[in-house]
């Protein structure tokens, strides 16, 4: 499930649950970093992309790139959409902990200059399914996924849970 909003408030606030976003979100300017460290992946280059259509792929664009998320496997997947000479996928990760989002760490999948457009890169990551418990006793984790390149980072970022088969 998307969901684009930076916050939450009012009637959105009683119905805080793992489909929403952290509560008081203040948007992906104001990420953490965790200390500034970045989990960078390694991948596989791809001629063509994930199967867009599949209700398993959730994607974002943004300043030309587009960077999508494959529930099944884990897999943040990146693509350029014009010349610019790298493009990224971020996903800050986030656990539930049965009453609130928990902060996890930042991924990023990137490409560079010797990519040409439309060439996707596949970074395998773990993160918690649904149907797995957590270090906090929660079960599932959920993302913001971001495209950013060369020429800056994408102005929003989607709200991606891992999967949908909430028990």
Known sequence: MLDT?????????KA???ETPPPGDPGPEG???????????????HATGPDLASADI???????????????????????TDSQGWAAARA???????????????????IGSAWRVGE????????????????WGGRGSGLRLRAVGEWGQGGNYAWVRNDDNIS
């Open 92 to 110: 800050w990760v986030y656990a539930w902990d049965r009453t609130k989002w928990r902060y996890i760490k930042l991924m990023e999948c990137g």
């Open 16 to 18: 805080l649950d793992r």
């Open 120 to 135: 996707w890169r596949e970074c395998d990551t773990d993160i918690w399914e649904d149907n797995t418990r957590n270090t």
């Open 5 to 13: 909003r930076s916050g939450l408030g009012g009637a959105a606030a």
């Open 58 to 80: 959730e994607c974002h664009a943004g300043n030309g790139a587009l960077a999508c998320w494959k529930k099944e496997g884990d897999g943040l997947w990146i693509t350029k």
């Open 31 to 45: 990420e953490p970093w965790s200390g500034g460290e970045v989990e960078y992946l390694t991948g596989v280059r």
